[in-house]
C-alpha cells in the first residue's frame, strides 16, 4: 500500500461510516430497535473494537511522517470548527428564546451583588430574602464579576460558561501529548469531551456553576502530569472554591495520588486542602448563613454511609442508563486499571445515590463526572500498553486507541447525545426544546424593548434573561407576587421543571380574571399583560 493511503481511508471513516451510523440512528427511532444504552452499546464496542483494529492494521507502517501531520491538521482543525460549532449554537438557542436559562435568573442575581461588593442575597418572591450561601458556596461566582461591571448581561453570563466549559478540551489536547505521548489521543478525547451528551446538555439549557469545575480541575491535572506544583496547587484551590462537593473530588483524587501514585507529599497537601476546605464549608459558612442548621443538602450524601448505597446504587434503569452512557463515551477504557475508579467515586455515587433529574446523564449534573472520568481514562491509557491483547492484537496502539475513543463518542453522541447539538437535522428533530420561530422571537425582542426602564417584570424562563432589569425587579412568571407592573408570556414556549401546559393555561386565566392587570398585547400567541397605571413604551 503506498505511503498517502490514509486518504481512502479518511474518507472511507468519515463519508461511509457516519453515515451508516446515521442510517442505523433512523432505523432505530423508527422501529423502536436500540433505543436504549443496554442494547446500543454491546454494538458500539464490537463495531469500534473492529474498526480500531481494522484502521490500525491498515496503516501499519504505511504512513509516512508527512501523512501523519496532515490527518492530524484535519482533524485538528475539525474538532476546533467543532468547539465553535457548540458555542455559536448556544449563543443562537438563546437569542432565539430556545434554552431554557435555568437559574441563570438566579446567578444574574448573585453575580450582580458580587460586582456591587455584596454577599449574595436570594430576592425570592415567595419567600423571605436569604443568604446564597445558605444553599451552596461557591464563591468562584466573585471572579465573574468584572463582567457585570461591562454590562449586566445574562446572555454575557450563559456565553462566558460556554466558553469555559468547552475550553477544558484544550488541557485534555496537552495532557495526552505530554503525559501519553500521543496528540492522535489526545485530540480524540477533546472530541468525546466536547460531544458528551451530558455536558452539551448543561451549558445548553442554563447557567450553573459547577460546569467550570471541569476546565479547572482539568488544568489542575496537567499541571500535575507536568511537575508544575505551584500552578497545580492554585488550579486545586480554584476548583475547590466552585462548590462545596468538590471537596469530595479533591479529597479522593488525594487517595488515588496517595496509593496509587506513591506521590505521598502532593497527596497529603491535595487531601488536606479539601479536608480544610471541607471544615470551612460545613462547620463554618452553612451554619453561619443557615441559622446554625448547617449545610440544607446533606440528604444527598448522607445515604453514603448508610444501607442504602447498596439497595440504591442502580435501582432504577435510569440510573443504568446514566452510567452506560457516562463512561460509554470515553470507551468504558478506566475500568481496564481498576485503581483509577477512585476518581470517579465521589460523583458517582452522587449521581447513583440522587432521584430526580440528578440521577440521569444531562443537566449540570453530569459536569464533574465528565471531568473525572476524563482523567481516570487517561490514568489507564497510561498503564494500557500493559494489557496482554494490546501487546498481542495492538500494533500501533496510539492509533489503535485515538480510533477506538474517536468512534465510541461519536456513536454514543448520535444515539445519546443532546439532540439540539447534533451535527445531524434528524437528529436535531427529536430536540424537544423547541423554540418560539423567527417571527415569534422578533415580536418578543420588539416586546421588550417596549418595557419602561425602571418597570418590574415577571415572564418565563426562557423570556427573563432577555430583561436588562436590576436583580429584584425581576421574577419567573408564574411564580408571582402581584406586585410586578408587566407580565410576559409566549404560549409557544414549552414549559419546564416539570410544569406542564395545563399548568400554563391555568395561570393565564387568573391573569384574565385579575383586576389588577390589562392585556396590554396579543399577538401569535404572545401575550404581555400590565399592571393598571402602567403603560407600554
Known amino acids: ?30 422501529y423502536q430497535l436500540l433505543n436504549n444504552p443496554t442494547a446500543v452499546y454491546p454494538i458500539t464496542i464490537a463495531l469500534s473494537l473492529f474498526l480500531a483494529l481494522f484502521i490500525d492494521r491498515v496503516t501499519n507502517n504505511k504512513l509516512s511522517p508527512d501523512a501523519k501531520r496532515i490527518i492530524q491538521v484535519i482533524f485538528s482543525f475539525s474538532i476546533i470548527s467543532y468547539a465553535v460549532y457548540l458555542f455559536l449554537i448556544t449563543w443562537e438557542r438563546y437569542v432565539n428564546f430556545i434554552s431554557e436559562a435555568i437559574d441563570l435568573v438566579f446567578f444574574h442575581q448573585v453575580i450582580w451583588q458580587f460586582s456591587e461588593f455584596k454577599i449574595p442575597y436570594i430576592w425570592n ?68 469531551y466536547l460531544s458528551f451528551g451530558g455536558l452539551q446538555f448543561g451549558f445548553a439549557y442554563g447557567f450553573h456553576e459547577i460546569l467550570f469545575f471541569p476546565p479547572l480541575f482539568l488544568w489542575s491535572y496537567y499541571f500535575y502530569t507536568s511537575k508544575n506544583k505551584k500552578f497545580y496547587y492554585l488550579f486545586i484551590a480554584l476548583s475547590l472554591l466552585v462548590k462545596e462537593e468538590v471537596v469530595f473530588i479533591v479529597f479522593f483524587w488525594g487517595l488515588y495520588l496517595y496509593f496509587v501514585k506513591r506521590d505521598r507529599q502532593t497527596a497529603i497537601i491535595t487531601m488536606a486542602m479539601g479536608a480544610l476546605w471541607g471544615l470551612i464549608c460545613f462547620e463554618i459558612i452553612f451554619p453561619i448563613f443557615n441559622n446554625g442548621h448547617g449545610f440544607g443538602y446533606w440528604g444527598q450524601y448522607e445515604s453514603f454511609l448508610s444501607p442504602a ?34 476518581i470517579v467515586i465521589p460523583s458517582l455515587l452522587e449521581k447513583l445515590l440522587s432521584s430526580g433529574i440528578a440521577q440521569a446523564n444531562g443537566a449540570h449534573y453530569s459536569a464533574a463526572i465528565a471531568a473525572v472520568t476524563v482523567v481516570a481514562t487517561i490514568e489507564a491509557l497510561s498503564r494500557i500498553d500493559k494489557y496482554k491483547f494490546v501487546k498481542k492484537h495492538v500494533r500501533q496502539t496510539s492509533i489503535f486507541f485515538a480510533v477506538l475513543i474517536f468512534y465510541f463518542a461519536m456513536f454514543s453522541n448520535v444515539f445519546f447525545g443532546y439532540n439540539g447539538y447534533s451535527l445531524i437535522p434528524a437528529v436535531q428533530e427529536y430536540d424537544q426544546a423547541k423554540g418560539p420561530g423567527a417571527e415569534n422571537s422578533q415580536i418578543l425582542d420588539t416586546l421588550i424593548t417596549q418595557i419602561p426602564l425602571n418597570a418590574k417584570v415577571s415572564a418565563q424562563y426562557q423570556i427573563a434573561p432577555h430583561l436588562n432589569k436590576y436583580y429584584k425587579d425581576l421574577t419567573i412568571w408564574p411564580s408571582m407576587t402581584g406586585t410586578e407592573d408587566f407580565v410576559i408570556i409566549d404560549t409557544k414556549l414549552p414549559p419546564v421543571l416539570g410544569a406542564t401546559s395545563d399548568d400554563y393555561n391555568r395561570a393565564i386565566d387568573k391573569m384574565n380574571t385579575n383586576k389588577k392587570y390589562t392585556l396590554a398585547f396579543s399577538s401569535d400567541g404572545i401575550l404581555a399583560y400590565r399592571r393598571n397605571g402602567y403603560k407600554l413604551n
Open 1 to 30: 500500500m503506498k505511503k498517502n493511503a490514509f486518504i481512502p481511508i479518511i474518507v472511507f471513516s468519515l463519508f461511509i461510516l457516519f453515515p451508516f451510523w446515521y442510517v442505523i440512528f433512523l432505523i432505530s427511532n423508527k
Open 125 to 192: 418572591l415567595n419567600q423571605p430574602l436569604y443568604p446564597q450561601w445558605s444553599q451552596h458556596f461557591s464563591p468562584i461566582l466573585a471572579l465573574l464579576a468584572p463582567l457585570y461591571w461591562i454590562a449586566h448581561s445574562e446572555g454575557l453570563l450563559l456565553s462566558t460558561q460556554a466558553i469555559a466549559t468547552l475550553s477544558g478540551a484544550i488541557p485534555i489536547y496537552l495532557i495526552s501529548k505530554e503525559y501519553l505521548h500521543s496528540k492522535s489521543i489526545g485530540l480524540s478525547l477533546a472530541f468525546a
Open 309 to 342: 448505597i447498596v439497595t440504591n446504587l442502580f435501582n432504577t434503569q435510569v440510573k443504568i442508563d446514566m452510567f452506560l452512557e457516562t463512561f460509554g463515551q470515553f470507551s468504558f477504557l478506566l475500568f481496564l486499571f481498576p485503581p483509577a475508579v477512585i
